[in-house]
């Protein structure tokens, strides 16, 4: 009685109890149970059979061959019996045939020389050229060494999958075609040997197996989840490496508010091996259809990809009111790429461009508030760095006119480094930038600029690291329709300005080493002094320095304005400590730090940015971090007055990664004057968790709430707990399937993507090639 088709995928060690009869073989059972025991065999010692007259016959070695095509054959066996009237060599024992990169290991073969069959039965084991497993009772190569007819066979591909079949046979043209047979890329037994049920197979009527292409078609496929027939697979093919073939993929199903029922279906076309298409198809209860496609290309000096959606729906051009067109068309173009032309030239480039402000938000492709496009010419070397760059946004934000969002084009920057250039040491960095700022309903810049920078860092005698820095810088700025930005300390002069900048600074840190607390501790305090005369920082443009914070990142950098724009003066004294504790699976960080100033500057550093005044607020981050289970970082800032917390912000990962919390929380109370721009106190939190039971199954969530209350900015009307979006969800999760059902609630309409709940269901298979 034949066993269960099921019974080759499924097998159980020896370890475990089971009826003899789901057994199939033990080339199978040396595959799933005991895979080790299987490869075992090939690294005993081949003990050739002294028989003179075979080994006259086999080039006089008995270990190597040539077959009626002339392909060379090594063996080695425990036994060799030649019957010269019919040119038959019998070999036996553990038995072990190689040719280039083939394999195969059987308990006896039979060489028939005259017609160039070989039959090897018993425990055979086949490898071919892709490192595919073929597990059988009996098999029979051609004089080329490839797999001819089989019966009750298991193929192991080299990228996991398992496909076993009741027989096989070759066909002309070389291929191997299968009867009655599964597919899987489940693991069938447990870490502990045991039988475990596969969570999905494709079952198939006829198996067309390449060995050639690595290929491998199905003809009648099912899938079968659980136990349960699914649905038809018409044109299945898989290849044996685990790379991607051209198919029909599984259907993604969601329900949104905006859409209703959509359910997503596509092809993939593996045009070449360094080019693929994917075509999809959107069909919505609630709104007309939708079409996508993407293209990739790796090409010899880079790659791209193109990423088009088009559909024709109906959308708001006048927020607040009706629907003023129907059947709108509408899409989104994302395109990007790098081209290495030699090891020092490259090309980047990226497109974003929607059809209008909701179209991603609505189908779900994206919540960017902005598009970036950009293109990027760069020449890097160890000593140099040129860059010639353009960048345009296009605003996804409502109400912000596109006409005020800037166009940068060009943007040069050159960068060049020498090494002890003055023979005292220390590197000198030349720099030259350009930057030209264009818009249709705003004012336009452009700042080109020039400067010098020697550091020179020394170790003294006591352990200190003083490191010396010196700057100049000129700038040239021009700029137009300067009345048009809101903001006054921002527009600078119309016309032509300049100004110099000359910056010299000393820095001075000195680490302690010990022991405490049962393991390692560094205490490194701090000094610096930089010594900046007045800049002309009002008569030019600001453009990329107006979101200034004191923060421990910038405490100790030469200017902590961010940008080019606007530079501190002034002479400043900046202090303060690190110190860090490691034991083993622990590490404790934090810094604190405060600067002083001795004059105080009211025009540039606006009051609640924390260095408006000569003592400026204290600043400092802590992080904790215990093996890969806890992680904690806490970064503030205190008024120096009153100790007020005027950035207060959290983020911790508490878990594994199968059941873990993520907490963000932050608050800027920075106390900044209305209508200044790019400045306002925010108040947000963030959480997310999964928790894993039975094994392979979790539920997971995740919430944005904004905090911000009409106190901290009189633009929200929210009460200080208003959720943005949230999401729950329950999945399962094994060594090959991946599916589960997500819930998510967004709590704001914009345009025609309407506030409202998103169910969505997914689904992917391991080693199928549908995700």
Excluded at 153 to 178: C, H, N, P, T, W
Excluded at 224 to 240: H, I, N, Q, Y
Excluded at 441 to 466: C, P
Excluded at 668 to 694: K, M, P, T, W
Aim: glycine share 10%.
């Amino acid at each position: 009685m034949r066993a269960p088709l099921d019974s080759l995928l499924h097998l159980p060690s020896t370890r475990c109890f089971v009826p003899a009869l789901t057994l199939v073989s033990t080339a199978a059972a040396m595959a799933f149970g005991n895979p080790q025991s299987a490869m075992a065999q090939d690294t005993a010692p081949a003990v050739i059979a002294q028989n003179d007259e075979p080994a006259q016959e086999l080039n006089g070695a008995a270990n190597s061959a040539a077959t009626a095509s002339g392909r060379q054959i090594d063996f080695e066996a425990n036994t060799l019996d030649y019957d010269s009237e019919n040119d038959v060599i019998t070999a036996g024992g553990t038995v072990v045939l190689r040719s280039e990169d083939r394999s195969l290991r059987a308990s006896q073969v039979v060489w028939n020389r005259k017609t160039g069959s070989i039959i090897a039965t018993g425990d055979v084991r086949f490898v071919d050229q892709d490192g595919s497993q073929i597990f059988t009772d009996q098999i029979e190569l051609t004089d080329e060494f490839e797999a001819g007819a089989m019966q009750e066979l298991l193929i192991a591909l080299r990228e996991g999958g398992r496909l076993a079949a009741r027989g096989g046979a070759r066909q002309e043209d070389g291929s191997v075609l299968l009867t009655t047979a599964a597919y899987s890329a489940c693991a069938v037994v447990d870490p502990d040997g045991c039988s475990k049920n596969p969570s999905w197979r494709i079952t198939a009527d006829r198996v067309t197996y390449d060995p050639r292409d690595g290929q491998i078609r199905f003809s009648g496929a099912f899938l079968e989840l659980f136990g349960a027939r699914l649905l038809p697979l018409p044109g299945l093919t898989v290849r044996t490496d685990g790379s991607a073939v051209s198919g029909v993929l599984i259907p993604d199903l969601r329900v949104s508010q905006s859409n209703g029922v959509e359910i997503e279906g596509g092809y993939y076309w593996r045009v070449g091996e360094n080019r693929d298409l994917t075509a999809r198809a959107y069909v919505f209860s609630e709104a007309p259809p939708m079409v996508s496609g993407q293209w990739r290309h790796l090409t010899e000096n880079g790659a791209y990809q193109v990423t088009g959606y088009a559909t024709a729906s109906s959308r708001i051009s006048g927020f607040g009111v009706t629907p003023t067109t129907e059947r709108d068309p509408r899409g989104y173009l994302f395109a990007n790429g790098k081209f290495q032309f030699d090891p020092k030239w490259s090309v980047t480039g990226s497109i974003r461009l929607a059809s209008d402000r909701t179209f991603l938000r609505r189908y779900d492709i994206s919540r960017d508030d902005r598009l970036r496009s950009t293109i990027n010419v760069e020449r890097i070397s160890s000593t140099s760095y040129l860059s010639i760059a353009g960048w345009a946004t296009q605003t996804m934000r409502i109400g912000t006119p596109q006409g005020e969002v800037p166009l940068a084009l060009p943007v040069v920057d050159y960068r060049k480094r020498f090494d002890n250039p003055t023979g005292i040491g220390g590197t000198l960095n030349l720099q030259a930038n350009t930057l030209a700022i264009i818009r249709n309903d705003g004012q336009d810049t452009q700042r080109a600029f020039g400067s010098a920078q020697w550091n020179i860092s020394k170790l003294t005698n006591l352990g200190q690291i003083v490191t010396l820095t010196g700057l100049v810088r000129g700038d040239v700025y021009h700029s137009g329709d300067n009345g048009l930005t809101a903001t006054a300390i921002y527009r600078g002069n119309p016309g032509w300005e300049a100004r110099a900048i000359a910056v010299g600074a000393v820095d001075m840190q000195w680490p302690f080493v010990g022991n405490a607390f049962g393991g390692t501790q560094v205490f490194t305090p701090r000094v610096q002094l930089v010594a900046t005369p007045p800049i002309r920082n009002l008569a030019v443009p600001n453009e990329d320095s107006r979101a200034i914070d004191l923060e421990d990142s910038n405490l100790f950098a030469l200017n902590r304005f961010p940008g080019y724009d606007r530079f501190e003066d002034g002479i400043r004294v900046t202090y303060g400590f690190d110190w860090e504790l490691q034991r083993p699976s622990w590490r404790l960080k934090t810094s604190l730090g405060q600067s002083y100033r001795l004059e105080k500057d009211q025009t540039v550093l606006i009051d609640g940015t924390g260095i408006s005044e000569r003592v400026s607020d204290f600043v400092g981050r802590t992080e904790l971090r215990f093996k890969d289970m806890v992680s904690l970082t806490h970064r503030y800032r205190l008024d120096k007055d009153n100790f007020a917390i005027r950035r207060n912000e959290f983020d911790a990962t508490i878990g594994d990664k199968r059941t873990y919390a993520e907490i963000g929380y932050l608050r800027l109370n920075r106390d900044i004057a209305a209508g200044i721009e790019d400045l306002q106190d925010r108040e947000e939190l963030r959480v997310a968790g999964r928790v894993a039971f039975a094994k392979y199954w979790s539920v997971f969530g995740s919430g944005v709430f904004n905090l911000t209350d009409f106190n901290e900015d009189p633009s929200f009307t929210s009460d200080g707990f208003e959720p943005i979006r949230t999401r729950l969800g329950f999945a399962y999760r094994d060594d090959c399937l991946e599916l589960g059902l997500t819930w998510r609630r967004d709590y704001s309409d914009t345009g025609d993507a309407q506030r409202g709940n998103t169910f969505q269901l997914f689904f992917s298979l391991r080693n199928l090639g549908f995700r």
